[in-house]
């Protein structure tokens, strides 16, 4: 058996899976060859110097530090809501709901020239209500629009001038304004002082 | 047994009984601790390690396979978050205390030093192993966990954990053997001076 072999079957003896035919291969070698030998007594010491080791102490109050970090009602079984619950959410909404289509069959397809009674005023409260309802609705939604499209643009404005073009057309735009302005204020200076900078201009 | 009564101690937290995790707790805080400190080398650290061991562990309940024990599963989290700590990290550990940097100072009688000498050893041989492979030799040969609940614990195929120990255990012994060579010739100076 050559050296390799038997560094095999050290591994093997101390994965505890050496048969007794290897074992006596394995001692026979390491018997006979020094190195072999004292890498499997240092092997040994190793391993055995690891299995020896003792356990660490965990800090004190280890237990209570690690009990107050958790969510001790974590696994707590949740409530079950009651039957009674259950049938009085279900109920309430399904006796609304008749009420409302009763009342619209009743009252909100008569001819309304037909007269004012309670009800028919009733019924306009409520319709008034509705389309006043829906109209803050309306508003709001459109002002809504309008400020998320009035951010949108902003951000895309940003992103804009954050941009190398960004940079150049605002650079742009800076210098023509300028020139606007220089002429604006040329034009002023021809309109009010009658300054013709050489040539005749028509107050 | 053991497994039968942390089962139960399981059953119990899950049904509404937090405080029952305590047990768990104490059952398994040394071994927790012990596997963060041998794979991060610093007290402090392994302190917050074990406790975020014990923290994901019961949060995790849920997912706890009661096919496989208890102490493999919390030993898992344990070793995965001191490696995942190592990595982030890039941490080089450092000898476990003052003492074993300088193990051959106090001890008086001649086998409590040698002995006392060769757990240091061991401990200093072990922190300077990598990650992946401390890990590896902690879980075989300190906590006894099998080759199969190793290839759970770490994700990795049955081949490359034994050629991973494998080598761990060569790296170990070579260590080892260069460290006592250092002393006994420090010994044979300290002798002829």
């Known amino acids: ?95 609304f709901a008749i009420l409302s289509i009763g009342f619209y069959i009743r009252f909100g397809t008569i001819d309304w020239k037909d007269g004012y009674t309670g009800a028919v005023s009733f019924m306009r409260v409520i319709d008034l209500g509705n389309r006043m309802y829906g109209l803050l609705g309306l508003t709001g939604k459109a002002l809504g629009e309008t400020f998320f499209v009035f951010i949108k643009a902003l951000k895309y404005m940003s992103a804009f001038l954050n941009s190398r073009m960004g940079i150049y057309m605002t650079i742009v735009a800076f210098l023509c304004s300028i020139l606007v302005f220089t002429q604006y204020v040329l034009i002023k200076l021809t309109d009010v002082f009658g300054y013709r900078g050489g040539r005749s201009y028509e107050k | 047994m053991l497994q039968d009564l942390d089962h139960k101690i399981i059953e119990d937290v899950l049904q509404g009984d937090g405080d029952k995790f305590g047990e768990i707790i104490g059952r398994y805080k040394n071994g927790v601790y012990s596997i963060c400190m041998r794979m991060v080398g610093d007290a402090e650290e392994a302190r917050d390690l074990s406790q975020e061991t014990f923290i994901k562990a019961y949060n995790n309940l849920l997912k706890y396979n009661p096919e496989y024990k208890f102490s493999t599963w919390i030993f898992k989290i344990a070793t995965n978050l001191s490696i995942d700590y190592l990595r982030r990290k890039k941490h080089q550990a450092l ?99």
């Open chain 1, 1 to 95: 058996m050559d050296c390799k072999r038997a560094s095999e079957l050290t591994m093997k003896y101390f994965d505890q899976t050496i048969n007794d035919f290897e074992k006596k291969e394995l001692d026979c070698h390491i018997t006979a060859c020094s190195t072999c030998r004292l890498d499997f007594q240092w092997m040994r010491e190793a391993l055995e110097g690891v299995e020896e080791l003792e356990d660490f102490e965990a800090p004190e109050n280890f237990e209570i530090e690690v009990l107050e970090q958790l969510d001790l009602k974590r696994y707590e079984p949740k409530p079950v809501p009651s039957k009674i619950q259950f049938w009085l959410a279900l109920t309430v909404p399904c006796v």
């Open chain 2, 95 to 193: 000898p476990l205390d003052e003492k074993l940097s300088m193990p051959y100072d106090t001890a008086s009688a001649e086998d409590m030093y040698l002995h006392r000498c060769n757990k240091d050893e061991i401990e200093r041989v072990i922190q300077e192993l990598p990650p992946d492979y401390k890990a590896l030799v902690i879980l075989y040969h300190k906590e006894g966990l099998s080759y199969q609940n190793i290839c759970d614990v770490m994700k990795l195929p049955m081949s490359k954990v034994k050629n991973r120990l494998h080598r761990a255990r060569s790296m170990l012994k070579e260590r080892l053997k260069e460290i006592k060579e250092e002393e006994s010739i420090w010994t044979a100076k300290e002798l002829q001076s």
